[in-house]
């Protein structure tokens, strides 16, 4: 990308529309959040594909097993089997006797060994979801260099060819916004961006509760 080159995002509000886009989504998303909570996140998921079961490979850099586990047990999901790969214990090796439904790995180095996993996981579970948290493990949107720019459009053109069938027809690419202002975006490779952002409102008890607010991306392109 030139030095001089600046790029301008429009967003659109959804949230009228939310419940119609989730249910059909489909391709690889990009997800941008700040820092949402995984229970928060778990109402996220619920509306994707709500109205049949669907399998997940939840692949998780930044959260473990046991804290996901316990996540679940409050706000259990509905009409989804998670599927976990844990690459936040796995330098622990943790025993995975009896557990069907986790597996441990070590943190992956790179997008290509983050290749890898990906495709064993496919193999172990067969996922009509998969989803990646967090692509903020392996680049910086506020300040990527030209090389992370290649070596993302690279991987996500990989998984649009290797990954995307009749089967696993969506990829979740979560990134955590708290790394800074999105200045570069991959619009060009993925099939949407969704925002999601976390709002405080008082409801007519006085009492504040936390709201997910969802945009769209809409427009994408230099100036």
Known sequence: ????????????????EVDEVLENLQGIVLVLHDSMEFT???DFFQKIQSNHFTNVLYISLTRS???????MELKPF???LIYIFDC????????????????????PQDLAQMKEII???????????????????????SQSSDKDVRDLSLFLQTLRNDTLNIHQKTVLLL???????????????????????????KNLNGKHKLLL???????HYPV
């Open 40 to 42: 928060q996140f778990i």
């Open 1 to 16: 990308m030139m030095e001089n080159e600046v790029e301008i995002n429009y967003w659109r509000s959804i949230h009228n």
């Open 88 to 107: 936040v214990s796995g330098f622990a090796f943790p025993t995975e006797d009896h557990n069907d439904n986790c597996l441990y790995h070590k943190p």
């Open 65 to 71: 097993y046991n804290y996901i586990r316990h996540a």
């Open 119 to 141: 495709k064993y996981g496919i193999e172990k579970c067969n996922p009509d979801i998969i989803v990646l948290d967090s692509l903020s493990q392996f680049v910086n949107f």
């Open 78 to 80: 509905d009409r989804k």
């Open 213 to 219: 607010n969802y945009q769209e991306n809409q427009i």
């Open 175 to 201: 990134y955590d916004t708290k790394l800074g202002s999105s200045r570069i975006l991959p619009d060009m490779v993925v099939d949407m961006m969704l925002k999601i952002e976390i709002v405080k409102k």
